[in-house]
């Protein structure tokens, strides 16, 4: 569904923010990307999605390439990001339908997928309101709800749970387990680690730009917790810096639920 061959993305003044990374997504699978704040996940994930443009190789949606063919793979994909952008001057439902309408979903299929995931979320009640009047989660939850409508092939999600209370976090890991057992698959970054170690079938650890493991669950982390390897890899990278002489600042702390 997702393949990325050889991907890489440099920032004006030379900061390499990607650096030749190679992934593949299958049908099915509920595909965890793991890293500090700053180590790549979210310009990955912008190069995915036709936001940004890369320097380096290819990215195939469903064997068509995001550059050449970008509507045909916006078409077959959602992006929902961590810091939902929305128009708050509408209404949670008028959103709803303005992004039904972008996609061309009948009256009779919009209608359906709104109840569905707006029941689910809890959030029926408020779609009559201005979204300038909703907070952080209920903002999440009506990206999510729009980011469903079309009925996607591939979700790409950053940070998707930032934000969700526990019982709406329980209810998009649900979803996720949905979707995918249906053939699509899902791509997210999360520092949530408990969550992508039970969640995700397969895993990959960025750091620097570059891909350090990759594989399924079992494969990746073997007989430690997901957590446990997160943070030998990077005491790794601290102990190896310090024998040069360098100094690197610790990122953030992975956060466990």
């Known amino acids: ?15 390499k923010a990607v650096d030749s990374i190679c992934l593949t997504i299958e049908g099915g699978d509920i595909y965890g990307f793991i890293g500090h704040n700053g180590a790549g996940k979210t310009t990955t994930i912008k190069c995915i999605t036709g936001i940004l443009d890369f320097d380096e190789g290819e ?127 899902i791509f997210f970054s999360t520092h949530v680690l408990e969550v992508a170690e039970k969640l995700c079938t397969k895993v990959a650890i960025i750091k620097n730009g570059k891909i350090i493991t990759s594989g399924t669950m079992e494969h990746v982390k073997g007989d430690s917790s997901l957590e446990q390897l997160f943070l030998e890899l990077n005491e790794h990278e601290y102990s190896d810096s310090s024998d040069k002489g360098e100094f690197y600042q610790p990122g953030d702390s992975p956060q466990a639920v």
């Open 59 to 185: 990215i195939l949606i469903n064997g068509k390439s995001i550059r050449k063919e970008p509507l045909e793979c916006k078409r077959m994909m959602a992006y929902i990001p961590d810091n939902p952008d929305l128009y708050e001057y509408m209404t949670g439902i008028q959103y709803l339908g303005f992004i039904s309408d972008i996609f061309g979903i009948s009256k009779a299929e919009r209608e359906k997928s709104i109840k569905k995931y707006a029941d689910a979320f809890e959030l029926t009640m408020n779609l009559g309101d201005l979204i300038s009047s909703y907070s952080h989660g209920m903002k999440q939850k009506l990206v999510i709800i729009s980011g469903l409508i079309h009925h996607p092939k591939l979700l790409i999600l950053d940070e998707p749970f930032v934000g969700l209370d526990p019982v709406a976090s329980f209810t998009l890991k649900e979803i996720m387990k949905d979707f995918c057992a249906k053939g699509n698959s």
């Open 1 to 15: 569904m997702l393949k990325i061959s050889n991907l890489s993305k440099t920032y004006k003044g030379g900061k």
